[in-house]
């Protein structure tokens, strides 16, 4: 073969993902041209040609034409007798273009080559991964379960590109097989010992804000503007919106007719409860809206360290609170407001009785059981309704029955 042909090593090299014909060309001339600047000193008066549809590729060396005995630079000066060699009508000082031929380069060269392509094209799909994918943080991807493991999950998309889901960017509820789809926003992308790692999450802020923007039009549309996101992810999750024009209630496009619009988002997320909420420059209304389903009697705001005590009747503490303390907890986070929930000053307290006095006859575990849901003092827990207070909290029946007894002996 009287050309360096490489038809096998081209079609191995065709395959790999985003590499375009003219950057395929441009890595080939690259490495061969760095070879003969190796080889020859330099490689500035030679031509090398790319087929890569034929799998084939040409070099000509270019040198000058000069008097025999007269040549000081072989790689660039050839004599006049060698170059009527390859054409007998050369006169001296003109330019010989000649070819070079694959048993012009050893063995080890063709290797070195070899190895070289190899390493150039696997550099360039790192970088390329990795700027495709540094320009999609925030985007939704979706991918198929790969591998997983005990910490984290291997995803591949479409291309077959590796992307990571570690396990605390899943939602707690969250249970992959291999093969199954999932869905998560790009979180970070990084270089790590040369090659890109993508991460991936579920629990973000911004997963769930690119879901209502999937599901709302308007939100997409920017009719609506999504001013923040707080999420304890698998949970609950508050949404504060806002439109600026008064004919759209951010509220109800966002929630859908009869929820249609937000149950996806809700069935994504592994039920995890959405309150949307008007956002209004109004902080004391803001926290009230914040810390919906309660309902507030009266609040009074500290603007300069960021505080609100919150007022409402007993039978609201609870609800203020959320189980697991999470409605509150969000609250607070989206308002920017440290919130103390207090039960209403016209609520009869003169006689009550804080939980902890009776810890001779109840047990501490249900005193604090009976403590998360906002109920400090008898009669916070007696103005609750049985099936209310089984309901909020983990306690038997039987046991909330021996508890009211007891608080209501205290009484009598």
């Known amino acids: 073969m009287d050309n360096i042909n490489l038809v096998e090593t081209f079609s191995e090299f065709k395959d790999f993902k985003n590499i375009d014909r003219e950057t395929m060309m441009r890595i080939l001339e690259d490495v061969f ?32 034409i000069v008097e025999d005995g007269e040549v000081e630079d072989e790689n660039l000066q050839i004599a006049y007798s060698e170059a009527i060699k390859i054409e007998p009508d050369f006169e001296v000082g003109e330019e010989v273009s000649e070819e070079i ?38 985007e939704i991807v979706t991918g198929e379960v790969y591998q997983v493991w005990k910490k984290e999950i291997l995803v591949v998309d479409d291309e077959f590109i590796e992307l990571i889901l570690p396990k605390s960017e899943q939602i707690p509820s969250d249970y992959y097989r291999k093969g199954d789809t999932i869905r998560a926003v790009v979180s970070k992308v990084d270089m790590r010992n040369n090659t890109p790692q993508i991460i991936l999450s579920r629990t973000s802020p911004a997963f769930l804000e690119r879901l209502f923007e999937q599901e709302v039009p308007e939100v997409f549309d920017g009719l609506i503007t999504i001013k923040n996101i707080v999420r304890v992810p698998g ?86 609170i959320g189980k697991g303390g999470f409605n509150i907890k969000l609250a607070g986070k989206l308002t920017g407001y440290e919130i103390d929930v207090y039960r209403d000053t016209e609520v009869d307290t003169d006689d009550d009785v804080d939980l902890q006095e009776f810890s001779d006859e109840i047990q501490q575990w249900i005193i604090d059981e009976l403590k998360a849901i906002g109920c400090d003092t008898a009669k916070s827990v007696l103005t609750i309704e049985l099936s209310d207070l089984v309901k909020r909290t983990d306690l038997e029946e039987e046991t909330v029955k ?9 009484f009598e």
């Open 33 to 64: 041209r760095h070879m003969l600047a190796k080889k020859y000193g330099t490689a500035d008066n030679f031509d090398i040609i790319v087929n890569i549809d034929k799998g084939d590729l040409e070099i000509y060396h270019l040198r000058q």
């Open 101 to 138: 031929k694959m048993k012009d380069f050893g063995r080890r060269e063709i290797l070195t080559i070899r190895q070289n392509l190899i390493s150039k094209i696997q550099e360039y799909e790192k970088d390329n991964v990795y700027q495709k994918y540094k320009d999609r943080i925030g």
């Open 235 to 320: 949970e609950r999750a508050k949404i504060a919106v806002e439109s600026y024009d008064d004919r759209i209630d951010p509220v109800g496009a966002c929630v859908g007719m009869k929820g249609s619009r937000i149950h996806g988002i809700v069935r994504e997320l592994k039920n995890e409860n959405i309150d949307v909420i008007n956002y209004t420059s109004n902080a004391s209304l803001y926290i009230q809206r914040a810390l919906s389903p309660a309902k507030i009697t009266s609040i009074n705001l500290d603007d300069i360290h960021k505080k609100a005590e919150v007022y409402m009747k007993p039978d609201q503490v609870s609800l203020a």
């Open 402 to 410: 021996e508890v009211i007894k007891i608080l209501k002996a205290e």
